[in-house]
């Protein structure tokens, strides 16, 4: 295939020269380069691009999406046939950003080059892109013109990663066959800046260049900081997210401490269970389980579950990029407008509520989510509503705000009424719940919101077998926290917290804090338990390591190993894949036994990408199956010292594969579980 590059000395000029250049140009006005996209909340991401073509099959086999080149193990030269069978007729720009526009989406991300190297738009750097296709049309100058038109904000995502650049390394590992004599990595890059040239040039004012594909290691910190700075030389307001560096952790999408991060987070698939004040993020996510077109997949989540994620985010002071993938005819699968569809009448009514907003003041509430905007004279709360109260009654504690008023946004006329009962705010909706999705209640407050939280009750064990101790804190001054341990609301005659508390048996704590003897917080509770050690076992010959068993196949959940036969056996250290004969789709069992030091109570965890389950004495312990980035799971168990039986089982499809046991106790810190912990009994 051939490339077309610009010369030598231009793209020497720019990599030694663009980042003392570019840097000067970079805006150091943050918050207001940020403002239109805190607007806006709510984007669309459209994942489009040659791999539509086999709608997620091959060979038989339907799990496949965007990756289908590498999942499927395609060879270059039968990939490079699909540009020939690519013409979309049925694609219409202005439709696509109807719909999206509609949905209440203020902007649109779409995939201008994706991993498999192929170019969505007119590049006079490669023949590998659309012009070269029987549909021989620029659909980005189509898509950009529309944007414009309708008051979208256009935005690209382009792939660092480039499977089918003869420059571009490393190869994917089952390309055996396909030499890497010549590459050269710089030149790719001069490559890339060149299309992101013609991106910036070509197509209008830009929102965002969304970058991908950044985590293999010819990437680097270096290498992104320079692509950063030539890329705001070239149009200085522009957005850049933070996978231009090489710092982010995994599928959690926040930069490692102390490395560069562009100007935005990017949580894949997950949204952070708590806020993240002080960063910028967004959360992109499918609405299927692909992001390219998968005919097969009809795993979509309810417009119900896709409001309430938008809301979720928006009240963690976030983004949602909420994902299409079009088919190779050119439309959207029906089941994503459907879904759209009932987003923007659900937007029609409630945007106030999403765009422009903040984050939540309060921590947690049982009943929905909250969102917030400054008024002239205090501050408007949007109070989201997913399970209505049986007795009607929206409790909001610890809110100390004179309220104004209150009214359903979807009826400004039906007045919310407003008591107040010590600390708490209680609002009473006349009539039927207007919105089982999500009912927002306006309600306006003087001043900015005084919330005290309950006060947490601080430790890592909810399980005890001689004494556990316990803290209460809380950030607010001047209160005092009261509590009791029979599960009774304390009130000031309970006890006063001074010093950590040592429980001895079971027990339901419950806090509150109080000023000038008065309640400011709600209740906080938790309770733990008092149990039994489970008793070690006794067996002969124990030697170092654990047996392990390997397995090969496709999953998306654990399987019952019992049924399987495994490819190769052994003993190994500690839970390691080096055994292993493929990158993916492949599976271990570790059994054994853990010899623990003393008696005590254990919190294990697994980190693992994909699933896993870990079992001590043929007890689920930690629950972590199923399809997902690195994600970490915890379990507690009281263990009597001496021997006592581990399993772990995890299995891996594709992308990156991880799984590290830790352990802790009461009186050792979170550390990765000693492989000198680790026994199997000798086979006699």
């Known amino acids: 295939m051939q490339y077309v590059c610009a010369t030598i000395f231009f793209f020497f000029t720019v990599v030694s020269a663009s980042p003392v250049y570019a840097q000067s140009k970079v805006r150091t006005d943050h918050d207001e380069l940020m403002s239109w996209w805190h607007e806006a909340r709510f984007g669309m991401f459209i994942h489009w691009g040659l791999y539509a073509i086999p709608a997620g099959a091959w060979n038989g086999k339907t799990g496949y999406g965007e990756w289908i080149r590498h999942s499927a193990r395609i060879p270059l030269e039968v990939y490079d046939t699909f540009p020939k069978h690519f013409n979309p007729m049925k694609f219409d720009a202005e439709h696509w950003v109807k719909i999206a526009k509609d949905a209440g989406m203020k902007y649109i991300v779409i995939t201008s080059k994706h991993h498999d190297g192929f170019c969505m738009f007119d590049s006079k750097q490669t023949t590998f892109n659309i012009m070269n296709t029987p549909f021989g049309r620029d659909v980005m100058n189509d898509l950009a013109t529309a944007c414009k038109k309708h008051g979208i904000r256009f935005c690209f995502y382009y792939s660092i990663m480039d499977w089918h650049h003869p420059d571009y390394l490393p190869r994917r590992d089952w390309e055996r066959e396909r030499t890497t004599t010549g590459a050269d990595y710089d030149r790719y890059v001069e490559y890339m800046k060149a299309h992101l040239k013609e991106l910036i040039s070509q197509y209008g004012k830009l929102g965002v260049l969304w970058f991908d594909g950044e985590w293999e290691n010819t990437w680097n910190e270096k290498?992104?900081?320079?692509?950063?700075?030539?890329?705001?030389?070239?149009?200085?307001?522009?957005?850049?997210?933070?996978?231009?560096?090489?710092?982010?952790l995994d599928m959690e999408?926040?930069?490692?401490?102390?490395?560069?991060?562009?100007?935005?987070?990017?949580?894949?698939?997950?949204?952070?269970?708590?806020?993240?004040?002080?960063?910028?993020?967004?959360?992109?996510?499918?609405?299927?389980?692909?992001?390219?077109?998968?005919?097969?997949?009809?795993?979509?989540?309810?417009?119900?579950?896709?409001?309430?994620?938008?809301?979720?985010?928006?009240s963690k002071g976030g983004n949602y990029l909420l994902n299409v993938g079009p088919t190779a005819e050119g439309t959207f699968p029906q089941e994503s407008i459907d879904r759209l569809t009932l987003i923007g009448q659900w937007m029609h009514i409630n945007s106030e509520a999403i765009y422009g907003t903040s984050a939540s003041p309060f921590r947690h509430l049982p009943w929905g989510r909250c969102t917030q905007k400054e008024t002239k004279h205090?501050?408007?709360?949007?109070?989201?509503?997913?399970?209505?109260p049986i007795n009607g009654e929206i409790v909001l504690d610890g809110i100390l705000n004179e309220p104004v008023k209150a009214w359903l946004i979807a009826d400004k006329k039906c007045t919310v009424t407003i008591q107040r009962k010590e600390d708490a705010?209680?609002?009473?909706?006349?009539?039927?719940?207007?919105?089982?999705?999500?009912?927002?209640?306006?309600l306006d407050i003087k001043a900015e919101p005084d919330i005290t939280e309950p006060p947490e009750i601080v430790s890592d064990f909810d399980i005890l077998?001689?004494?556990?101790?316990i803290r209460l804190e809380t950030d607010r001054d001047n209160v005092r926290i009261y509590y009791t341990l029979d599960g009774s609301d304390p009130d000031t005659s309970a006890n006063p917290y001074i010093q950590p508390v040592l429980i001895r048996e079971s027990c339901v704590m419950r806090a509150r804090c109080y000023r000038?003897?008065?309640?400011?917080?709600?209740?906080?509770?938790?309770?733990?338990?008092?149990?039994?050690?489970?008793?070690?076992?006794?067996f002969p010959d124990m030697k170092p390591g654990v047996q392990y068993k390997y397995y090969e196949g496709e999953w998306d959940s654990l399987p019952d190993f019992?049924?399987?036969?495994?490819?190769?056996f052994g003993i190994m250290t500690d839970f390691l894949f080096y055994p292993r004969l493929q990158e993916e789709r492949f599976a271990f069992v570790w059994a054994g036994f853990i010899k623990v030091p003393a008696?005590?109570?254990?919190?294990?965890?697994?980190?693992?990408?994909?699933?896993?389950?870990?079992?001590?004495?043929?007890?689920?312990?930690?629950?972590?199956?199923?399809?997902?980035?690195?994600?970490?799971?915890?379990?507690?168990?009281?263990?009597?010292?001496?021997?006592?039986?581990?399993?772990?089982?995890f299995f891996e499809k594709t992308g990156s594969d991880q799984c590290t046991v830790y352990i802790q106790t009461p009186s050792l810190k979170k550390q990765i579980l000693p492989k000198a912990w680790l026994f199997h009994a000798e086979a006699k």
């Open 253 to 314: 999408g926040l930069t490692k401490e102390g490395m560069f991060g562009g100007d935005f987070g990017t949580p894949e698939q997950e949204i952070p269970v708590t806020g993240l004040p002080g960063v910028d993020w967004e959360t992109c996510m499918t609405m299927n389980d692909h992001w390219g077109y998968n005919k097969e997949d009809k795993n979509f989540k309810s417009a119900k579950e896709l409001i309430q994620m938008l809301t979720d985010i928006a």
């Open 599 to 649: 008696t005590d109570v254990y919190k294990f965890f697994t980190a693992s990408d994909d699933g896993s389950k870990l079992f001590i004495d043929d007890k689920l312990i930690v629950e972590n199956d199923g399809l997902h980035s690195l994600l970490e799971r915890n379990g507690t168990v009281a263990l009597r010292e001496g021997y006592h039986k581990i399993r772990l089982e």
């Open 562 to 568: 019992k049924t399987l036969r495994h490819k190769k």
């Open 465 to 469: 077998i001689d004494t556990l101790r």
């Open 425 to 442: 705010l209680i609002l009473t909706c006349p009539g039927s719940i207007p919105d089982t999705m999500n009912t927002v209640i306006v």
């Open 223 to 248: 290498r992104g900081k320079d692509l950063y700075y030539y890329v705001k030389d070239l149009q200085p307001d522009i957005l850049i997210n933070n996978r231009v560096g090489a710092g982010r």
């Open 378 to 388: 205090g501050t408007r709360l949007y109070l989201h509503v997913f399970d209505w």
């Open 516 to 538: 000038n003897n008065k309640p400011v917080s709600g209740i906080a509770e938790r309770e733990f338990k008092k149990v039994f050690p489970l008793a070690p076992k006794a």
